[in-house]
Each structure stands twice: as C-alpha cells, then as structure tokens.
C-alpha cells in the first residue's frame, strides 16, 4: 500500500495531536463514500477523544441513512447557521471525498475563508490546492479505502473498529458498484479483507444500500428503460432524461435515480452513457463510461461539471430539451473518439 506519503501522514498526526474540536465536511448530494468516510473518520476521532461536527451540505437518500452515527450529521440545507456556527468554532476542518471547493455549493465561500488548519482526503485527479495536508491520490477505489490507510498508518489496525470498518466498507462498495469498476487493484481487496476481519455484516450492507428503494423508485426505472432510453449505436452511446412531470408521476425522492446511469452500459456497444434530471433551473448530469474515453473531460468541457474518467457529472442551464441537443450534437462531435473507444475495447 504506502499510497500515502510519510510527511502527510506525520503532518496531519502532529496537526490532530493539537486541536480539540474537528469539523468533517463533504461534497453536495453526497454518495455513500461521502457519508461513509465522514462517518468512519467521525468514529476514529471520537474514540480519540476529539470533539467532531459533522456539516453535509444537502439532503442524501434513505438508504444511505442507517450508519452508525448518521444522527450526528448536520444538513447545512435545513439550517445554514448552524453549520456556519459550526466552522467558527472548528480549530480544524477535514474535506472529505471531492475535489474543488465548489462542491460545497453554498457553503464554498465561508469554507474558503476559514483560517484554521485544513486536510483533504480525497480520490478525484487534479484536486485544488486549497488544503494544507493533501491526502489524494487517484490510485485507490475511493475515499474510504484512503482513510483507511491513513487511519492505520497514524494509529494502527485497532483503530479500525467495527462502526469505522462498516462505514468504510460501505463508502468502497458503492464507489465500486459492488465492485464491478474501479476496482482492479489488489490492495482494494487487501483493505476489504480486513474490514471483514472486524465483524461487519457485508451482505447486510449490501441490503441496506441496494434492497432498499421504493416500488416508486423501480416503476421510475422501468419507465424510463422502456421508454425514455435513447441509444445511438453509431457513437457506441445511449442517454435517459427525466423531466420534471416525470419525477412528480413517481413520487420522485432524492436518490431514486441513483444507479441508472449504469444501465445503458450493459447494451452491447454501449461505452458511455448519460442521464439528465430536470431539476428546478437547471439539469443535473451523471456520465458514466466504459474503457479511455474521458467522461470527466466531456464534463468539465461542456456542462460544468468534472469527476473520474469513467464516472463523472455536471449540470445545464438551459432547458432539458436543448441540453438534450447539445448532447446529441456533441456525440457527432466527439464521434472519432467514441468509436476509437469502441474499437480499441471490443472483443
Ligand atoms: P454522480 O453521477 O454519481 O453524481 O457523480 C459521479 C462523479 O462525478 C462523482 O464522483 C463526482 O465526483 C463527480 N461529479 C458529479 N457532479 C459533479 C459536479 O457538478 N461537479 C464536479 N466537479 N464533479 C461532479
Ligand atoms: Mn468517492
């Protein structure tokens, strides 16, 4: 392993080692490896006696909601003050599981202006400098899988408890899918092994995360696999959109669309795929892809957003139906690439 260096590893040690009160905060509509590493770290440095906040700037889904400690967290959407009370009085804030300080959205300012020590951890390329110990590396699955080096580099295997071990593992099951993409390093396995030696219940996890949605949520996906799903075999692509009468017809919640993105990738052909949320003013993205073709390019360059190559998001301003054309015009434009893709992966 040893992904991280030893002077990081030392700084943050020596900078814990200082501070009493820690605030932890992650990424907007957070994922389970957002939930699962603030709640991991949140266990850790209790048991060490830390005093620790926990800000998440929005809402999350239901079946992200049943880890140990999930009643610590503060949603900074319901009550923006107290999270601001919460960050003057932080001696040290911990950034978890994103790259750019603009995915705290409405809480990026008063982050950026906070002048008490700042970590990041994190698994997003290029990440912005904005931290004074940057713990970052693409080489891992996810966040979780690097705190958990972090945490046993720092204080040894006894500090991954059984609470700390299932939220971590949670964090590197979804970040994985179940360990269907980014996953193709051993030392993922190697972390996993021993997050299993702690007791967690695995196949458990699995249900809470994955045997969990509504019968609204699995109409909305058969809707919209029969017949809001748009394949062009020609760029080895496909795309879902879901408008906003759509989303209310299924009693649409916060994170019923998760997942979906995936599906059109199991088309044979298929190497990258697009879903688009109508939301109020603006159009949320999620871009997934198969083999080089660089999602998180495709991303930043046109629809605001950035991530992982092969997951990334964004989002459009303009309405759906012309964020739609966009799209479809931008398939013929990267038309070489996508079928350079296609060809360089087929069987
Ligand atoms: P999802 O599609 O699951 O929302 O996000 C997939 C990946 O894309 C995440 O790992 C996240 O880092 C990245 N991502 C999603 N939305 C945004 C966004 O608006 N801006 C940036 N920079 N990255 C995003
Ligand atoms: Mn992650």
């Not at 580099?153 to 360990?179: K, P």
């Not at 062009?232 to 959109?241: C, D, H």
């Not at 301003?317 to 015009?329: C, H, I, M, V, W």
Request: charged residues 20%; proline residues 4%; glycine residues 6%.
């Amino acid at each position: 392993m040893k992904r991280i260096d030893p002077q990081t590893i030392e700084g943050v040690q020596r900078q814990l080692a200082n501070v009493q009160q820690v605030l932890i905060v992650t990424h907007y509509n957070p994922d389970g490896d957002a939930i699962g590493s603030t709640l991991g770290l949140y266990h850790y440095l209790s048991r060490r006696g830390h005093r620790v906040d926990l800000v998440v700037p929005n809402e999350y889904p239901g079946f992200l909601q049943w880890m140990p400690g999930n009643d610590q967290i503060l949603l900074a959407s319901q009550n923006h003050q107290a999270a601001i009370e919460k960050l003057h009085r932080a001696e040290m804030i911990v950034f978890l599981d994103f790259n750019v300080l603009d995915r705290l959205q409405h809480l990026e300012e008063d982050f950026r202006q906070a002048r008490v020590p700042k970590v990041l951890i994190d698994h997003h390329p290029d990440p912005e400098p904005f931290a004074d110990w940057m713990v970052s590396t693409t080489q891992v699955s996810s966040t979780c899988e690097l705190l958990y080096e972090l945490l046993v580099a720092m204080d040894g295997e006894q500090s991954i408890t059984r609470n700390v071990a299932t939220c971590l593992y949670t964090g590197i099951m979804t970040d994985t899918g179940s360990f269907s993409y980014n996953s193709s390093l051993p030392d993922t396995y190697y972390v996993v092994s021993r997050l299993i030696e702690q007791g967690i219940d695995k196949d458990r996890i699995y249900w809470r995360v994955y045997d969990n949605y509504s019968a609204d949520r699995m109409r909305l996906l058969g809707y919209c696999l029969n017949t809001k799903l748009k394949v062009f075999p020609e760029f080895g692509a496909a795309y879902i959109s879901i408008n906003q009468s759509e989303l209310n017809h299924f009693n649409y919640k916060s994170g019923d669309s998760e997942g979906f993105v995936n599906y059109p990738l199991s088309i044979s052909g298929v190497m990258f795929s697009a879903i688009f949320i109508e939301q109020e003013g603006y159009v949320k993205i999620s871009f997934r892809s198969k083999g080089d073709f660089y999602a998180n390019h495709f991303a930043t360059a046109h629809f605001n957003g950035g991530g992982h190559k092969n997951a990334a998001g964004g989002y459009s301003e303009l309405p759906l139906e012309d964020t739609l054309n966009k799209f479809e015009s931008l398939l013929s434009d990267y038309k070489n690439q996508l079928k350079a893709n296609c060809l360089s992966h087929a069987d």
